[in-house]
């Protein structure tokens, strides 16, 4: 697993496959894991998790949201979103032209 | 590298986050580390993790870069390093998991120490500290050495916190506003290991748990109800009962739990009942000879009073109580016909003599506040004599206290006579008396400390 995240380099990043998973809806920690590991294979480490967590939420892409102590959910906010959506129209032109050209060669 | 092994080392590796990351993330993270099954791959992540948010120079700067460096110079300085710190660390940390816990689990100064319990030999005491949940801790203490306690090891887990007779296995609050406890191995008493946590069964707050005395059944006890477990196997436990489904002691006027939850919850000496407190002024006696058909056998009632501590008597005919405003119950609990209250001692807080004051001050607030003192309760081994510790505090803001430990002799009926007293200067703390009923324990409610002294 170790190798596919390298292999997905930087459109695998944390932070990315954390704003996805909360495009749905709030998550805490561990469902972020599990929904991340559902939907891209991805393996991440608590460690990564959170590091990349407190990242975004010092940047304003998520915030926490107050409920329990322990177990706190997080939900992307606008900033996030804009964000996610920019990033999604860039790897989208990325991936329309890497079609064309592997389609040509 | 044992999933085991992994989860310790990723558990004292959050502890080696910047204490303002801790007091933001570190529950959230403990409760992943929960449910995920930790590796290699974890710790590393953890490390990295840690490490790099040392350098963050938002949490702690801890490594001044010259600033005419450039970009890329401090960036390569970093990278550097964080090799030279790192890779050493990860080989060495394995070898000293301990030193890690006592460095980073430290109780804080002033958390209160919130429960304390004894193994049966009285060589091994957990002490636990209430205080938020990533940094409520469990301390170990060896007193083989009575005149010099030695602290064995410190690790995640607060208040109540109990530790099986035979010294064997501690269960903690596994904290986090889930009424759940978590059991830690500690027959190597250097190197706690957790072995489970007990999820199921209950809701609202903890606040009591007890082992019996064979060490085979743990019961815990939340606001919302009580439930027995089967921790013969203490890394494979096993929900035998939920007992309660009506609240426990959730209108209690103190706080939830109460203090040190210890006496509140506790097994008669052959095993085959245990007492619980259960709302105002009444304890209930449960069946648990057969403890996955444990029933009700009867909810004793005392007077319109909270019960702080409760105790059977060594032969467990007899079940002794203090309430929280001073009156000392005791409730024929065996032997023929129902069980009932047989002796009611009001007032024992009017004359617990107060540290500034003379013996006839009633108390803070007039002898009606909701804090009035904290109470422990013990026979002695050979049952003829009952002995109650209360923790009378001066008013705040002084943190000064006085311990007076009231000794009755006691006959078969649990009638009272003879009415000693003695008295001793403590700091504001919790009582606990030791088995044995020879040794008093007093939780700091400021210091994290705890004092022990013997009675004469």
């Known amino acids: ?105 | 590298m044992k999933p085991a092994l992994a989860d310790r080392l990723s558990r004292a590796v959050v502890g080696c986050y910047p204490r303002r990351w801790k007091q933001r993330y570190a529950a959230e993270l403990l409760d992943v580390l929960d449910q995920h099954r930790a590796g290699p791959r974890t710790v590393l992540s953890l490390a990295g993790g840690a490490l790099s948010t040392h350098l963050d120079p938002d949490y702690r700067m801890q490594i001044r870069l010259k600033p005419h460096l450039s970009r890329d110079a401090k960036l390569y300085i970093a990278i550097f390093a964080a090799i030279i710190v790192g890779v050493p660390a990860l080989v060495i940390l394995p070898m000293i998991p301990r030193a890690i816990r006592e460095s980073r689990w430290e109780p804080s100064s002033s958390d209160s120490v919130g429960a304390i319990a004894f193994s049966r030999d009285q060589r091994i005491m957990v002490s636990a500290t209430g205080g938020p949940p990533w940094e409520a801790t469990s301390t170990l203490w060896d007193l083989t050495g009575q005149a010099r306690p030695r602290r064995l090891s410190v690790f995640e887990g607060g208040s109540p916190a109990t530790i099986s007779p035979d010294g064997a296995t501690v269960a903690a609050n596994a904290g986090g506003g889930r009424a759940q406890a978590a059991l830690w191995n500690v027959t190597r008493p250097q190197h706690p290991a957790r072995l489970a946590v007990l999820s199921a069964g209950l809701s609202g707050a903890l606040w009591g748990e007890a082992f019996s005395p064979d060490g085979r059944i743990l019961a815990v006890a939340s606001t919302s109800g009580l439930v027995l477990w089967d921790v013969a196997d203490p890394a494979r436990p096993r929900l035998l009962r939920s007992l309660a489904a009506d609240p426990l002691v959730s209108d209690n006027p103190g706080p939830v739990p109460f203090g040190v939850g210890q006496g509140d919850l506790v097994f008669s000496p052959d095993g085959r009942m245990l007492a619980s407190v259960s709302g105002s002024g009444q304890v209930t006696l449960w069946d648990v000879a057969r403890p996955a058909r444990a029933t009700r056998i009867a909810t004793l009632a005392g007077p319109r009073d909270y019960l702080a501590a409760l105790a059977f008597s060594p032969r467990g005919n007899l079940l002794a109580g203090v309430t929280y405003h001073g009156s000392v119950l005791v409730f024929r609990v065996a032997g023929p016909g129902r069980p009932a209250r047989v002796t009611t001692r009001p007032g024992i807080l009017a004359s617990a003599r107060f540290p500034g004051g003379g013996s006839t001050q009633a108390g803070p607030c007039g002898g009606d506040c909701d804090d009035p003192a904290a109470y422990a309760a013990g026979f002695t081994p050979d049952g003829r004599a009952l002995t109650v510790v209360v923790d009378r505090p001066e008013a705040w803001p002084s943190t000064a206290a006085r311990d007076t430990v009231f000794t009755w002799q006691v006959t078969g009926s649990g009638a009272l006579s003879d009415l000693t007293t003695i008295f001793r200067d403590v700091s504001d703390a919790q009582p606990v008396l030791a088995p044995g009923g020879r040794i008093v324990a007093d939780g700091s409610l400021t210091g994290g400390e705890v004092h022990l002294w013997t009675l004469p």
């Open chain 1, 1 to 105: 697993m170790h190798g596919k995240f390298d292999g997905l380099g930087r459109f695998a990043d944390p932070s990315l496959l954390i704003l996805t998973s909360l495009s749905d809806g709030p998550k805490h920690g561990y469902a972020i894991m599990t929904d991340i590991a559902a939907f891209s294979g991805v393996g991440m480490e608590p460690g990564t998790l959170y590091g990349a967590l407190s990242r975004l939420e010092r940047r304003g892409w998520i915030r926490p949201l107050a409920v329990g102590e322990r177990r706190r959910p997080y939900e992307i906010t606008a900033a996030g979103q804009e964000v996610l959506a920019e990033q999604l129209r860039s790897m989208q032109q990325v991936v329309r032209v890497a079609r064309q050209r592997t389609a040509t060669a």
